[in-house]
């Protein structure tokens, strides 16, 4: 059963590897991916190869909809990424590997029933683009209930890369709340799960985030990495903008 979670890795690969050789140093039977496998980061090719062949399943991520759509509502670097991100995919030389990549693109699902629950990028009401904030427990109790009538008992998302769980309360608990760093699933509460992101964290923490699903439980893991080796690429690519290096050195 252990299986560990991914999420939200936008083409960040220095974060990509180590999150997936801590994995692998732990018993976890399966690696899942919660989305946004691409956009602000300077490897997506190799991000959605490791992916592809890592993973055994992944979601449609609203980032990853923008290089295979159109991106909406995006900001000027967000957008901008997501144009230079789409023409890596097209300048792959090799033809077969080209249409490989926009076909697991392509093939990404928006809803997964799995982990005793449903699985989705962002919300289980829009599963592409509604962010759940820590906030909303208590600036938006209604919006709260609405999402928690979506699904059963649990829920996994990614989106807002912020490392922690929803309980139906509403409440918050990042993973220093937790007994452990562990969140004990039971059978009086609703929850809604979110790893974090492996390579964007948006909770002042730089270290990528993910976590491991087990029977009774969801562990949750920090782990360092280069962050200054992606800070330089991004700041040797003239198309993305300096700003998506500088916030993973904070984690924000
Ligand atoms: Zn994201």
């Excluded at 509604?130 to 990614?158: H, L, N, W």
């Amino acid at each position: 059963m252990p299986t560990a979670v991914i999420s939200d890795i936008h083409a960040n690969l220095e974060a990509l590897h180590t999150v997936l050789a801590d994995i692998e140093s732990r018993k976890v039977d399966d690696i899942v991916c919660l989305g946004d496998i691409v956009g602000y980061g300077p490897n997506p090719c190799e991000c959605i190869d490791l992916v592809m062949q890592r993973c055994k399943w992944a979601l449609m991520g609203n980032h990853d909809f923008a290089v295979l759509y159109e991106p909406t509502s995006f900001n000027t670097s967000a957008e901008a990424s997501a144009f230079w991100t789409r023409r890596q995919f097209e300048i792959e030389k090799d033809a077969a590997l080209r249409r490989k990549r926009w076909e697991y693109l392509g093939s990404l699902e928006i809803r997964h029933t799995a982990l005793g629950g449903l699985c989705v990028h962002a919300s289980p009401r829009r599963p592409i683009n509604e962010y759940i904030f820590p906030d909303d427990v208590i600036t938006a109790p209604t919006k709260m209930a609405q999402i928690f009538d979506r699904f059963e008992s649990r829920c996994f998302v990614g989106h807002t890369h912020v490392t922690g769980v929803f309980t139906n309360e509403p409440d918050f608990y990042p993973p220093s709340d937790l007994d452990n760093g562990a969140y004990k699933f039971n059978a009086t509460e609703k929850c809604i799960i979110n790893p974090g992101s492996v390579g964007q964290p948006r909770d002042r923490d730089p270290r990528a985030s993910y976590a491991i699903v087990h029977e009774d439980r969801v562990e949750f893991v920090r782990v360092e990495y280069d962050v200054a080796a992606v800070v330089a690429k991004i700041k040797g690519n003239p198309e993305l903008n300096d700003f998506l290096g500088m916030r993973l050195v904070d984690g924000r």
